[in-house]
């Protein structure tokens, strides 16, 4: 089968802790297999398939295909905003969470049929502030340090990594105040864990944001309150499974943007890498219509 276009190839090597390198080899020994052309690119520092991104828009590229984890896809989507192109995911990171909302297959060899036979499909995007956008969620407290502790990890990969990460951070993370403003409403509250999401899941398969639609011009805060330490383990297998929301000291709302503020310093992710926030107060937004992503004709 061969392609209905050529494709614009960036590959993050180092995505999943070195998975991508491993696998890289195999796919493209397939692509060359099928005949498939393609333009290839390889990132080796951060944010710099954001700009690779805007060279394949520039040489006409039609579909800039990402290989790596989440924050790959991220830097990717960053660049094709504003843009007509579609977004293709061949999957090699740790986590993985953005293939699960919209089925494209987690085996690295499957996704290329979803390059080769995909149907575009429009989502929303989040954005923070008035420069970095998301995929899945901004990420802010327990799971933002969870990430980073998942970065420094050898050994484990994916879900299993997430968790013994999560389990870690929960006998030693502090709760932090902030204050969460939408149109109608205002919070304060000490949080553990600060979930504002375009997708359902995050940290390798948690469903923080379960209500959560990456269509619906809406952004999910998912807000958890604090908890001793042993009532923490109870309630993360909850917190995994998405059965989290009618807790209360979970504060869970669908809104066009949020505005977020805090006294503390605080540390976030987006889409799984480390992210430095705008300031002490920032507004966070639902960007509808914003990016065109390849999925299985089935999952369309």
Same mark, same amino acid.
């Given at each position: ?11 993050? &090597? ?19 297999? *099928?005949? #498939?052309?393609?333009? &290839? ?47 293709? /995911? ?8 953005? #293939?699960?909302? &919209? ?63 999560? =389990?870690?951070? =929960? ?15 205002? %919070? ?11 997708? #359902?899941?995050? $940290? ?9 639609? #990456?269509?619906?011009? &809406? ?22 499974? $998405? ?9 869970? *709302? ?12 605080? =540390? ?13 107060? %920032?507004? /966070? ?16």
């Amino acid at each position: 089968m061969e392609a209905k276009s050529s494709l614009f190839l960036i590959v993050n &090597l180092i995505a999943g802790q070195g998975r991508c390198k491993e696998v890289f080899p195999k796919v493209k020994v397939e692509l060359d297999k *099928r005949r #498939i052309p393609y333009d &290839l690119h390889y990132t080796n520092e951060p944010m710099e398939a954001v700009d690779v991104a805007k060279i394949g828009l520039e040489a006409g590229f039609s579909t800039i295909v990402a290989m790596g984890g989440d924050g790959t896809v991220n830097e990717v989507a960053n660049g094709l905003l504003g843009s007509q192109a579609s977004l293709g /995911v061949i999957p090699a990171g740790k986590g993985n969470d953005f #293939i699960r909302m &919209l089925g494209i297959p987690a085996d690295p060899i499957q996704s290329i049929d979803t390059l080769l036979d995909g149907i575009p499909r429009t989502m929303d995007l989040g954005q923070v502030g008035d420069d970095r956008c998301f995929v899945n969620g901004l990420g802010i407290g327990l799971d933002a340090q969870v990430a980073r502790d998942v970065l420094k990890m050898e050994r484990l990969r994916g879900a299993p990594a997430y968790l013994s990460a999560a =389990i870690r951070e =929960i006998f030693r993370f502090k709760a932090f105040p902030v204050t969460l403003t939408t149109a109608d409403e205002e %919070f304060v509250m000490d949080c553990l864990s600060l979930g504002i999401a375009n997708g #359902i899941y995050a $940290g390798g398969g948690f469903k923080l944001a379960p209500r959560a639609s #990456i269509d619906d011009g &809406l952004i999910d805060l998912s807000a958890v309150g604090d908890y001793p330490i042993a009532e923490r383990l109870m309630r993360l297998p909850r917190v995994r499974a $998405g059965q989290h929301l009618e807790w209360k000291k979970v504060t869970y *709302r669908q809104a066009p943007e949020v505005s977020v503020s805090s006294p503390k310093r605080l =540390i976030a992710h987006v889409d799984g890498e480390p992210y430095r926030l705008p300031g002490e107060s %920032f507004t /966070v937004r639902a960007l509808p219509n914003a990016l065109r992503v390849l999925v299985p004709a089935t999952s369309a």
